[in-house]
Nanobody, 126 residues
Framework: QVQLVESGGGLVQAGGSLRLSCAASGRTFSRYIMGWFRQTPGKAREFVATISRTGGRTEYVDSVKGRFTISRDNAGNTVYLQMNSLKPEDTSSYYC???????????????????WGQGTQVTVSS
């Protein structure tokens, strides 16, 4: 059981940066695989990034590789998404998610996540 609260979204110019934060409740944060997803109204939810329990393994959707970095601070119960060189195509609502399943080191499918934050809006102007 974990509750997630996201923050850090906003309006930025193309080429700018934002750092999203996701604060998790509970005392077993390190047990969860964490992920970031984004969804625009009328479009399917898209995988963005995921990170293993210890932070040693990460994966990203191709469109953000080299620009976004996912990280976690298990002592502080927080996962981050550093977004650099933002593009208008990155405009979306961003959600963090937690998975308590242990069959893999990370997951890219939204169906593998059990807990979700409320979302934070990121808008990138051209």
């Amino acid at each position: 059981q974990v509750q997630l609260v996201e923050s850090g979204g906003g309006l930025v110019q193309a080429g700018g940066s934002l750092r999203l934060s996701c604060a998790a409740s509970g005392r077993t944060f390190s047990r969860y695989i964490m992920g970031w997803f984004r969804q625009t109204p009328g479009k399917a939810r898209e995988f963005v990034a995921t990170i293993s329990r210890t932070g040693g393994r990460t994966e990203y959707v191709d469109s953000v590789k080299g620009r976004f970095t996912i990280s976690r601070d298990n002592a502080g119960n927080t996962v981050y998404l550093q977004m650099n060189s933002l593009k208008p195509e990155d405009t979306s609502s961003y959600y963090c998610a937690a998975s308590g399943r242990g069959s893999s080191v990370y997951y890219t499918g939204d169906y593998m996540y059990d807990y979700w934050g409320q979302g934070t809006q990121v808008t990138v102007s051209s």
